[in-house]
């Protein structure tokens, strides 16, 4: 049986592992000048698929930690319980993500990014500006949904 002392130091190995992973994809992204790679520079461009690309490595690498504490044998039963719920509410939120990124795509923007967290909903739009009526039909879609407030969402244009 392994030690109330080496499990915590099991995850706490496992989350500096994944900030640092983080932490190197961001600084590999950011700093990528030359050669073929899709994410080569940082502009406005290639936000979308870059914040993609970032968005699903971390959430591949929660739910790799996630699927470690729920496979563990010596984790207890609340951890593992913990970790399916934060699994499940993580894939909730993947869902809700997809399903407006492609409604807010199908009022006829070129691209957008939506995070879906307890609290807010922030939708980064592919537009040089957003009239009133855009913004009330973005607005509408997120509101239709998700259960948040309107108050608890905000949607930024990004050229």
Do not use: C, W
């Amino acid at each position: 049986m392994i030690s109330k002392k080496k499990k915590i130091i099991v995850l706490v190995g496992m989350i500096a592992l994944l900030v640092v992973a983080g932490g190197l994809n961001i600084f590999l992204n950011l700093y990528n000048k030359g050669g073929d790679s899709p994410v080569s520079g940082n502009t406005y461009g290639n936000f979308f698929e870059t914040y993609r690309v970032d968005r699903q490595t971390t959430r591949d690498q929660t739910i790799l930690y996630l699927d470690a504490i729920i496979g563990n044998e010596a984790s207890s039963a609340e951890a593992i319980a913990n970790a399916e719920a934060s699994k499940l509410e993580l894939t909730k939120n993947m869902e809700v993500e997809l399903v407006l990124e492609g409604l807010i795509k199908s009022l006829g923007f070129e691209d957008a990014v939506v995070t879906n967290s307890t609290e807010n909903v922030n939708i980064i739009v592919k537009a040089k500006e957003l009239t009133s009526e855009q913004a009330a039909k973005i607005l509408d879609v997120v509101l239709t949904e998700t259960e948040k407030e309107a108050t608890s969402v905000r949607i930024i244009p990004v050229e």
